[in-house]
Nanobody, 116 residues
Framework: QVQLVESGGGLVQPGGSLRLTCVPS????????MGWYRQAPGKQRELAAI???????TYTDVVKGRFTISRDNAKNTVYLQMNSLKPEDTAVYYC??????????WGQGTQVTVSS
């Protein structure tokens, strides 16, 4: 079963930036799509951004223009660059991979806290 190693979370002031990293234990070419989801306290998990194997990206409206998802095939890594962070971005961020057969796997999550 694939392991997803996430890193890059932490505490940042409003307006600051963080970059999340997700490294799967198998080739990213095995996945139809990779994405980042987030779950704030007391709320349901929601999509933040997703990138397909073809490079197409989708963002939830509240992060458009601030977050950028990208992939480095040579490093077998997916990134989420988060700029202009707001307190409402505070959440646990989860890496997700979706296989071509529809199956998916989740990472353990990384905490992002935006606070002054």
């Amino acid at each position: 079963q694939v392991q997803l190693v996430e890193s890059g979370g932490g505490l940042v002031q409003p307006g600051g930036s963080l970059r999340l990293t997700c490294v799967p234990s198998e080739s990213i070419f095995n996945f139809a799509a990779m994405g980042w989801y987030r779950q704030a306290p007391g709320k349901q998990r929601e999509l933040a951004a997703i990138i397909t194997i073809g490079g197409s990206t989708t963002y939830t409206d509240v992060v458009k223009g601030r977050f950028t998802i990208s992939r480095d095939n040579a490093k077998n890594t997916v990134y989420l660059q988060m700029n202009s962070l707001k307190p409402e971005d505070t959440a646990v961020y989860y890496c997700n991979v979706r296989y071509f057969n529809g199956g998916s796997r989740w990472g353990q999550g990384t905490q992002v806290t935006v606070s002054s």
